[in-house]
């Protein structure tokens, strides 16, 4: 009898163990294990610079997309858009994050960190800014938080072909801490970078008129790459 009890409490333990481990562990490209994302309308969150603002486009960035595909599997959800053209990860922490948390969201999407590397931003104060957002955003939300890494926009044609392999580095170099710290704190992280670092090149089109920000088709790109990542993380059929 002692021993089948000794080793029921260890087949327990080994249970335990093995189910907390699995709630714990969020792969990159999965999504992350959070509460269960509530039926019906969500407010959707997104935070970070030009790109999710839309500038470059006519008919809007990759958030506003995201946003009318998440209409079609949630109608009456919310869009709190706060990103602003040209905010670092301090001008999130300043101006935004507040903002977005207090609209109590379900869903928060975050691109941030090619104006800190545009402004030299050092990378231990870039990683200490972005620590610090997703530390809030997993304290004060229930959120499913999808970050999107650095998009390689070396090959840009206001990038002068002098500087690109210098700029490439940069990008890198802020992906790899940036990935780091989400995989940290357990977040999503859609690969934009990888995608941007195959097709811009050959896709001159992608980019806008100014040379730099991404086009109506660039960002059509983003979008339809990001949205089966944004549909697991609402529940929602791709």
């Known amino acids: 009898m002692k021993i089948d009890t000794t080793r029921q409490l260890l087949l327990s ?47 809007g ?18 869009l709190a858009n706060v990103c602003v053209s040209g905010a670092t990860t301090a001008d999130v922490l300043r101006a935004q994050l507040d903002n977005g948390v207090a609209k109590n969201p379900q869903l928060v999407t975050l691109g941030i960190g ?3 590397i545009g402004h030299g931003v050092p ?14 955003l997993k304290q004060k939300t229930q959120a499913r938080i999808v970050v999107t890494n650095i998009p390689d926009i070396s090959s840009a044609p206001v990038v002068p072909s002098s500087m690109r392999s210098q700029y490439h580095q940069q990008i890198v170099r802020f992906n790899q801490r940036l990935e780091e710290i989400a995989n940290r704190h357990g977040v999503t992280i859609f690969d934009v970078y ?45």
């Open 13 to 59: 333990l080994v249970l335990t163990i093995f189910l907390v481990a699995c709630g714990r562990n969020t792969p990159e490209g999965t999504v992350e294990g959070r509460s269960q994302m509530k039926t019906g309308p969500i407010v959707y969150v997104a935070l970070g610079d030009s790109t999710g603002a839309g500038v470059g486009a006519v008919n």
């Open 61 to 78: 960035g990759y958030v506003l997309r995201l946003y009318n595909r998440i209409l079609q599997h949630r109608p009456g959800s919310q």
């Open 114 to 116: 090619i104006n800190d």
């Open 123 to 136: 990378l231990e104060r870039f990683g200490e800014n972005y620590d610090r957002i997703l530390s809030t």
């Open 194 to 238: 990888s995608i941007t670092a195959r097709e811009l090149p050959a896709h001159p089109e992608y980019f806008s008129r100014d040379g730099f920000h991404p086009s109506d088709e660039g960002y059509e790109l983003w979008a339809t790459e990001m949205w089966p990542t944004i549909a697991r993380a609402i529940g929602a059929s791709d």
